[in-house]
């Protein structure tokens, strides 16, 4: 059964820094695109970031360029994700997916709050 | 960037009614788009892959259509576990959009 669980939310202030990861099982972690897809409170789903399946080629919403880094251990079957600067409207769940021809499997999320 | 505007935002209609989302992107991006429902609390599920594709397990009376720019999802007999919110993805180019999302109540 695939599974993808992600961890590392919580409550930070405005400029700090976070590190979300997902644990990957079920499949063969390592040769699948996987992305990082986020949801306000209320509101829509925006994507966020896109990583290949060696982690040799990474992409990024322009709302998180230069704050975000999306990462991969293909070894240990998690991805990351770094948050750095983070802002008040960073405060979404955070929803780690595989991409397998369409967003195929998705975690249940991780609560980010930016608050001070 | 591809903006994806989907329509209507909101749409109220009854058990065995015939349902339809559009979404209409920016620029030409052939058949690369999904389409995705998401029940309150719960994470996205996928319905139809490369615009006209049903994902394995779906019922048949979801469907898809389109390429290019416009893009539709049916629904041909609303049974009561469909009323959510649905949202289509274009997955052209980076930066990948999701169109804004429809919630379809019951009436």
């Known amino acids: 059964e695939v599974q993808l669980v992600e961890s590392g939310g919580g409550l930070v202030q405005p400029g700090e820094s976070l590190r979300l990861s997902c644990a990957a099982s079920g499949f063969t972690f390592s040769t699948f695109w996987m992305h990082w897809v986020r949801q306000a409170p209320g509101k829509g789903l925006v994507w966020v970031s896109h990583i290949n399946s060696d982690g040799s080629e990474t992409n990024y919403a322009d709302a998180v360029k230069g704050r975000f880094t999306i990462s991969r251990d293909n070894a240990k079957n998690t991805l990351y994700l770094q948050m750095n600067s983070l802002r008040a409207e960073d405060t979404a769940r955070y929803f780690c997916?595989?991409?397998?021809?369409?967003?195929?499997?998705w975690g249940q999320g991780a609560l980010v709050t930016v608050s001070s | 960037a591809i903006q994806m505007t989907q329509s209507p935002s909101s749409l109220s209609a009854s058990v065995g009614d015939r349902v339809t989302i559009t979404c209409r992107a920016s620029q030409g991006i052939g058949n690369d788009l999904t389409w995705y429902q998401q029940k309150s609390g719960k994470a996205p599920k996928l319905l139809i892959y490369?615009?006209?594709n049903l994902q394995s397990g779906v019922p048949s009376r979801f469907s898809g259509s389109g390429s290019g720019t416009d893009f539709t999802l049916t629904i041909s007999s609303l049974q009561p576990g469909d009323f959510a919110t649905y949202y289509c993805?274009?997955?052209?180019?980076?930066?990948?959009?999701f169109g804004q999302g429809t919630r379809l109540e019951i009436k």
């Open positions: 997916v595989r991409d397998w021809i369409g967003f195929d499997y």
């Open positions: 490369a615009a006209s």
């Open positions: 993805l274009h997955e052209y180019t980076y930066p990948y959009t």
